[in-house]
């Protein structure tokens, strides 16, 4: 008897990520790979979410709350469950006739969803950065207990696959690539005076606008950095980063004996994704190809000058705790407050560091601390805007 499909959550079925999901399932239909679509959450996209429910026929959704769950199910056809807030997220990570949920959620909103994914066993496909981020600890613990992680952020993904068959006393260090982001040429004295526009033309990845500004600032890749150190249990000063700026080395692997693995693909999210929908198995036709002929590679230490919020988020991660989740969460309030106009560029690090400074780190063992911490973060980040502190 063959076995029976994969029955998925997409939970941030309207964003970058879920979008990418639901464009490559057809081809892995047509491979042989069976991937049914259970159930779908999303914010406040109601017409869009409502599309992808009646096309994919998803017998599951959840929005953001009550009045976008009514507007939802007079779009749906009778027999669809429509849920909502984050209770709604929750039970659809959870539900029994789901065996993996990708959650592509953007923020801490993920982050119990993902730990209700992990209580219900189930696999968990990792696009949510913040679940390990602010919740790294919490998170491990119970992926420790019951369930399984596939990440799919592209760092992760490759760190993952090249660890395969790596004992932990092998590891002398992991690298995580950054591809500098769209400043990564201009000199740190030009920084200020960038606009919205110029910081979302990322070079080389098509993504959601908080991580192309965040990789832009290299923050990202702080944020990838606690990843890792959470995901694969490797101590931090066994954790480099490097600046690579043609995204074509995703991670490397760097043994104790001098061998260097590492896994490379073209820039393009479809190949993780379809990894972690198909895992332990790989689909057989990619999306795009890497041609070895005049393909350069490059790698450069990162700047300490050009990338002050790096530097600051690094150093949150380092102390633990929950300084990550209040690094994040002001992150996300000042990224808003240049993608308004209400901030320069250079606001966003200065802020970072400023909120950090004035926070009192306290270690974490429930998950109502992480919140705590994320409302504090995320007011102390809104009143370093309004006060105009960063004009001086």
Not at 304 to 331: C, F, I, K, M, Q
Request: with cysteine; hydrophobic share 45%.
């Amino acid at each position: 008897m063959s076995p029976g499909p994969t029955r998925v959550a997409l939970l941030g079925a309207t964003g970058s990520i879920g979008t990418q999901t639901l464009d490559v399932l057809p081809s892995l239909r047509a491979e042989g790979h069976r991937i049914e679509l259970v159930a779908l959450a999303a914010g406040r996209r109601v017409a869009e979410l409502a599309q992808q429910a009646c096309a994919t026929g998803a017998r599951w959704v959840a929005v953001a709350g009550p009045e976008e769950a009514q507007r939802i199910s007079e779009l749906l056809p009778a027999g669809v469950h429509v849920l909502s807030g984050p209770e709604g997220l929750e039970k659809l990570a959870s539900l029994p006739e789901v065996d993996l949920v990708l959650n592509a959620v953007v923020g801490a909103a993920g982050l119990r969803a993902t730990l209700a994914a992990l209580a219900a066993g189930k696999t968990l496909a990792l696009a949510n950065k913040e679940s390990l981020v602010v919740g790294g600890r919490l998170v491990m613990g119970a992926c420790v207990r019951q369930g399984q992680i596939i990440p799919v952020d592209s760092e992760h993904a490759a760190l993952y696959q090249a660890l395969q068959g790596v004992r932990t006393g092998e590891i002398a260090r992991l690298w995580i690539t950054a591809s500098g982001g769209a400043f990564r040429d201009l000199p740190p004295d030009r920084l200020a005076q960038v606009t919205p526009e110029q910081a979302l033309a990322h070079p080389t990845w098509r993504m959601g606008p908080r991580i192309t500004v965040d990789s832009a600032t290299l923050v990202n890749k702080a944020f990838e950095m606690i990843e890792a150190h959470h995901l694969f249990g490797v101590d931090w000063d066994r954790i480099e980063a490097v600046l690579h700026p043609q995204s074509i080395v995703h991670g490397l692997v760097e043994l104790v004996d001098g061998t260097m693995l590492a896994q490379m693909a073209p820039a393009d999210m479809r190949i993780p994704i379809r990894y972690a929908l198909t895992h332990p198995a790989r689909a057989a036709v990619p999306p795009a190809r890497l041609e070895l002929p005049g393909t350069r590679l490059a790698f450069t230490e990162l700047p300490r000058d050009g990338y002050p919020g790096y530097w600051a988020v690094l150093e949150a991660g380092r102390r633990g705790g929950t300084a990550p989740a209040v690094a994040n969460a002001a992150d996300e309030v000042l990224v808003a407050a240049f993608l308004e106009g209400r901030l320069p560029f250079t606001g966003i690090a200065e802020g970072i560091a400023e909120v950090l400074g004035r926070h009192e780190v306290r270690p974490v063992v429930r998950v109502e601390e992480l919140e705590a911490a994320d409302r504090w973060g995320r007011a102390a980040a809104g009143r370093f805007v309004e006060s105009g502190a960063w004009r001086s």
